[in-house]
């Protein structure tokens, strides 16, 4: 009965320290970013089709997030407000939007919209950002000219 | 001294004889790094096709709903220059990302689209004054809520007067 108990323990504890082990592995891969799969996704830059992003960057020098926006509603516009966040704690923050708002846009004509003096958000050499672009406008010749949002995403690694 | 084997097949009998554990070890090793292997290459590439069906699920209602409302403003454009009493009705596929659809200054279709990101307002301009049944208008804006729910739906774009078109949900 005694040498059965003590085998049985035995077993127990190599499978508990083989456990820890792989535990302990799996967590030291986890640390290291080995399961962070997001570096492995294509860098991509998503918004709705009326305002389509031909390109966009993501710079540490100087700090800013660039974006080419095509104005394909077939109407003039004015921009009343942009703005760039994420999900990160603290969120990105950049002190300046270029050209600064209100400004107009012509119908099938680009724009390049620089958001200038960013920190925070992870928003460091090498590292992957989902960023959240919020662009507020209204139609110049609709008579109460309501305010619409678009809201688009740029995923990519900043350089 | 030792043993003489003759041939290589009798070496390897007398050695797995010797020592049974030695091939079960080899066999349940080779079958961990298979497995292992296995899950290396499962799990990034679908995380990877994951996140990209995800996407491409964003860009698909996006579609739809530029294909809807250009049709919607194609026919009421059309309606317009057939004249006072012409109707087009049209079979739209409504995708499941719409909150809301309106019509705004009578010029303005709006339908709110929901997206990771956010409530973006896909717009469509009319070159023609673009109306819905009264109880749903309240001062410049008209609301079409039966747009505004995912499925098949039967527009009717009707000129209602020379001015207006009308758009309802049959």
């Known amino acids: 009965m005694y040498k059965k108990s003590q085998a049985s323990l035995e077993f127990l504890t190599t499978y508990a320290w083989a ?12 640390y290291f970013g080995v399961f962070d799969f997001t570096k492995y996704q294509p860098q991509k ?7 389509k992003c031909t390109d966009f960057s993501l710079s540490t020098a100087p700090n800013e997030v660039k974006v080419k926006l095509v104005n394909n509603l077939g109407e003039e ?11 990160a704690n603290p969120p990105i923050l950049c002190l300046s939007a270029s050209p600064e708002p209100p400004f107009n846009w012509e119908y099938s004509t680009e724009k390049d919209i620089v958001f200038s003096a960013c920190s925070g ?12 672009i919020s662009l507020r406008y209204y139609a110049i010749n609709t008579p109460s000219r309501p305010i619409h949002t678009i809201n688009g995403k740029i995923n990519g690694r900043v350089i | 001294m030792g043993e003489s084997y003759k041939t290589k097949s009798e070496k390897h009998k007398m050695i797995s004889k010797d020592f049974p554990g030695n091939r079960k070890s080899q066999s349940s090793f080779e079958y961990l790094l298979v497995v292992a ?7 990034p590439t679908s995380y990877i096709f994951y996140s990209y069906s995800k996407d491409s699920g964003q860009e698909i209602a996006d579609a739809q709903i530029t294909k809807i409302g250009t049709s919607i403003i194609d026919a009421a454009e059309s309606a317009f220059h057939f004249g006072h009493g012409s109707k087009i009705t049209l079979e739209l596929n409504i995708p499941k990302d719409i909150a809301a659809v309106a019509i705004i200054d009578g010029r303005e279709l709006i339908f709110n689209l929901t997206s990771p990101s956010g409530i973006s307002e896909i717009v469509f301009f009319s070159t023609v004054n673009l109306t819905t049944e009264g109880s749903n208008c309240d001062a410049n804006e008209c609301k079409l809520p039966e747009l505004a729910s995912s499925g098949l ?6 000129a209602i007067s020379r001015e207006s078109i009308n758009i309802s949900i049959i």
């Open chain 1, 19 to 30: 456990f820890l082990m792989i535990a302990v592995s799996i967590g030291a891969l986890y």
């Open chain 1, 45 to 51: 830059c998503a918004f709705p089709s009326q305002f």
């Open chain 1, 77 to 87: 516009i004015e921009v009343t407000s942009l703005s760039i966040t994420n999900d």
């Open chain 1, 121 to 132: 958000g992870g928003f460091i050499s090498d590292n992957r950002v989902e960023l959240k």
């Open chain 2, 37 to 43: 292997l296995t899950f290396a290459i499962i799990v």
């Open chain 2, 153 to 158: 739906k039967k527009v009717k774009v009707e």
